[in-house]
């Protein structure tokens, strides 16, 4: 079993450019929700995708946005970068409602 | 709102010493609490969680945690620190909301091991 895989591992972009940020959920799993975590920080929840809809969003703005596909998979884009978002995005997967999520390594942006 | 307090940034302890991590919370109802670690590089694994039940949760790598509903607290705990148990430790809160469970996590405490 693979677990949560997350692609790329890292990234650079520049202000104000696109971002989109992939992940395959654990075998099994239907549920994936994407987290940011910022440098000495926790993880802080951005959505969650369960079957192909957005079930729960936090306090994030409509910049960040994504999808779920048949497959589970997820995909997190991030419009018109800013400095800020630079951070290492978490994606995990669990199924159901989601107790004891599994997690992804992360990818790991900077944007400069 | 749900929040977490890890009041400890940094811990260091030497290896073969016990170890308690402090968390407290703040939750409207009974709580589901959870404990993760995140090695350098790596994402997070989560090791205990409480949901309801004994007090006293086990979980892997020798950890255990006990939920003190009076104290708003949800320590976690080891016997035996190894040098291996250096990460980065967070507690996170959750509870029922919108069909799904999201865990709001606390800032961490980073945890160094001395030989």
């Known amino acids: 079993d693979a677990g949560v895989t997350q692609s790329p591992t890292h990234l650079i972009k520049t202000r104000g450019q696109q971002v989109t940020l992939r992940c395959s959920p654990k075998s099994g799993h239907d549920t994936v929700s994407w987290y940011q975590q910022a440098l000495g920080q926790g993880p802080q929840f951005i959505f969650q995708?369960?079957?192909?809809?957005?079930?729960q969003r936090g306090n994030f703005p409509d910049r960040f946005s994504g999808h779920q596909f048949p497959n589970y998979s997820s995909e997190l884009n991030v419009n018109a970068l800013l400095l800020g978002d630079s951070a290492l995005y978490l994606c995990a997967s669990s199924s159901g409602r989601g107790t004891g999520a599994f997690f992804g390594q992360g990818t790991r942006l900077t944007v400069v | 709102a749900q929040s977490v307090t890890q009041p400890d940034i940094h811990i260091t302890v030497s290896e073969g010493a016990s170890l308690e991590l402090r968390c407290n919370y703040s939750?409207?109802?009974?709580?589901?609490l959870f404990w993760y670690v995140q090695s350098p590089g790596q994402g997070l694994q989560l090791l205990l969680k409480y949901f309801s039940g004994d007090t006293l949760v086990q979980g892997i790598k020798g950890f255990e945690a006990e939920f003190k509903r009076s104290q708003s607290s949800f320590n976690l705990r080891k016997p035996s620190v190894h040098w291996s148990d250096a990460a980065e430790y967070f507690c996170?809160?959750?509870?029922?909301?919108?069909?799904?469970?999201?865990?709001?996590f606390g800032r961490g405490t980073s945890l160094i091991v001395h030989p």
């Open positions: 939750y409207g109802a009974t709580p589901y």
């Open positions: 995708y369960y079957e192909e809809e957005e079930r």
């Open positions: 996170a809160v959750g509870g029922p909301s919108g069909g799904s469970y999201i865990p709001t």
